[in-house]
């Protein structure tokens, strides 16, 4: 940031405030644009005399002031238009129908910078590196503006009645416009606007207008912060709830491919042992002995099922009558 050229208001001076900021350098004073002036107004007088000399209309032409310049430092249009002119740039009227000003009205962070003018104020507004500032000499700095806002900032300034005007052609290389093509500016602290009583647009109009402005976009993009951070929370708080669907799902699904098996719980020691004896009984009821035999039979270790083998066809009988 401390590499942007950057001009506080001196008297009404905003228009020379205004091309250096844009030019990056401090290329024009006061002397020079009002060189420029007198040039225009000779072409002026030159194109009046044609007329006649001691016609009504060129004597009153006379009498009039310049209406490129007076002594508090204003500088009309003009001027700014014929010292860009010497950089080889032009200034298309924002709000004119020609195609440059239609794409400039879509997308103007396409655009490298504008001139806004209200009554006799001048200031910049310039894309350096990627980024863009608001170069205006009624501010202690230069204001970083976030592309989002940059339309909003622009409409709202021809709300308030500005004039805004787009820059073609190659503007001249800055360091700060290298610098921060590397190193995008950072602020953290946003300029104020200057407090001295002389820094107001001239005829006594205050700068309410452009505050107003100004705060506009601080508001947007405080607010653009904020809903970013809340669609940051809603985007983790939509994962969350997806991965305890899916957990939910999956579930569900192992559920219904194995129903009996979701359904049958392990059998109690109690069960078993009903169980065991239950089959115990089949047991001696099939096999034509007494009491007796029986009873050594199940015991004796010369039985052709052991004990285990039996317990395990208990368990298989509870599991079938389970699934029954």
């Known amino acids: 940031m401390e590499l942007i050229f950057h001009e506080k208001q001196e008297g009404s001076l905003c228009a020379q405030h205004c091309l ?18 007198e040039r225009l107004d000779v072409r002026e007088r030159e194109f009046m005399a044609e007329g006649g000399v001691h016609t009504r209309e060129y004597q009153q032409f006379l009498q009039q002031p310049s209406s490129n310049f007076d002594d508090s430092g204003f500088f009309s249009v003009q001027v700014i238009s014929d010292a860009l002119a010497v950089w080889g740039l032009e200034m298309i009227p924002y709000n004119s129908q020609t195609e440059q000003a239609n794409q400039a009205r879509i997308n103007p962070n396409n655009e490298r910078a504008f001139i806004c ?4 104020h001048w200031f910049a507004v310039r894309k ?12 202690t700095g ?5 592309d989002t806002y940059l339309s909003l900032f622009l409409t709202q300034l021809q709300q308030e009645g500005y004039s805004i005007f787009i820059i073609k052609g190659r503007i001249p ?3 700060a416009d290298q610098l ?7 602020q953290t602290i946003r300029p104020s606007l200057l407090e001295d009583p002389n820094a107001q647009t001239s005829k006594g109009s205050s700068t309410g207008e ?3 402005a100004l705060e506009e976009s601080r508001h947007a993009s405080d607010m653009d912060d904020v809903t970013l951070q809340k669609a940051l929370k809603m985007s983790m708080q939509g994962y969350h709830d997806d991965e305890a669907i899916l957990q939910s799902a999956i579930e569900q699904s192992m559920k219904c491919e194995n129903p009996a098996a979701a359904e049958i719980s392990t059998p109690s020691a109690e069960e078993v042992r009903q169980k065991r004896l239950e089959f115990f009984n089949k047991q001696q009821s099939s096999t034509p002995s007494t009491s007796t035999s029986s009873t050594v039979d199940i015991s004796s270790p010369q039985e052709e099922e052991t004990e285990e ?13 389970g699934n029954t």
């Open 20 to 37: 250096n900021a844009l030019l990056q350098n401090q290329y024009f004073s006061a002397v020079d644009l009002a060189q420029i002036a």
């Open 117 to 120: 003018n209200f009554q006799q």
């Open 128 to 139: 350096l590196g990627d980024q863009w500032f608001n170069l205006n000499s009624l501010l």
């Open 142 to 146: 230069p204001e970083l503006i976030s």
């Open 173 to 175: 290389d800055c360091e």
């Open 180 to 186: 921060l093509k590397i190193v995008p500016a950072v």
């Open 210 to 212: 452009l505050q107003t």
């Open 309 to 321: 083998e039996m317990l395990k066809q208990a368990l298989e009988m509870s599991m079938q009558q």
